[in-house]
């Protein structure tokens, strides 16, 4: 299962598992995001490339407005996955 919601804070909190059968469902709520946003991995189990991908659009398209998203939370598995791609270099993470 697989949930994406914007809390009253203005962060994207993800939760269950972000794969390529929910990449629509995060394009929808990512795509809308026009300035600097924090994304709250704490209750993420699991991101597939699919879901890497959506991020890094994400991420270049606000980076040419000079905005950025901050992923924050991350359990150690999803965090591998990061560095693994090498997206710790992409993305500030905390």
Same mark, same amino acid.
């Given at each position: 299962?697989?949930?994406? $919601? &914007?809390?009253?804070?203005?962060?994207?909190?993800?939760?269950?598992?972000?794969?390529?059968?929910?990449?629509?469902?995060?394009?929808?709520?990512? $795509?809308?995001?026009?300035?600097?946003?924090? &994304?709250?991995?704490?209750?993420?189990?699991?991101? $597939?490339?699919?879901?890497?991908?959506?991020?890094?659009?994400?991420?270049?398209?606000?980076?040419?407005?000079?905005?950025?998203?901050?992923?924050?939370?991350?359990?150690?598995?999803?965090?591998? &996955?990061?560095?693994?791609?090498?997206?710790?270099?992409?993305?500030?993470?905390?």
């Amino acid at each position: 299962m697989f949930s994406i $919601s &914007v809390n009253e804070k203005g962060t994207v909190v993800l939760t269950g598992r972000l794969d390529a059968a929910q990449v629509d469902r995060a394009r929808e709520i990512f $795509s809308g995001l026009d300035d600097s946003a924090v &994304v709250d991995f704490q209750d993420l189990d699991y991101i $597939s490339s699919a879901g890497l991908g959506i991020l890094l659009a994400t991420q270049q398209r606000l980076k040419k407005g000079g905005k950025a998203i901050k992923l924050v939370h991350m359990n150690r598995m999803v965090r591998d &996955v990061f560095k693994i791609a090498r997206f710790d270099l992409i993305f500030e993470i905390e």
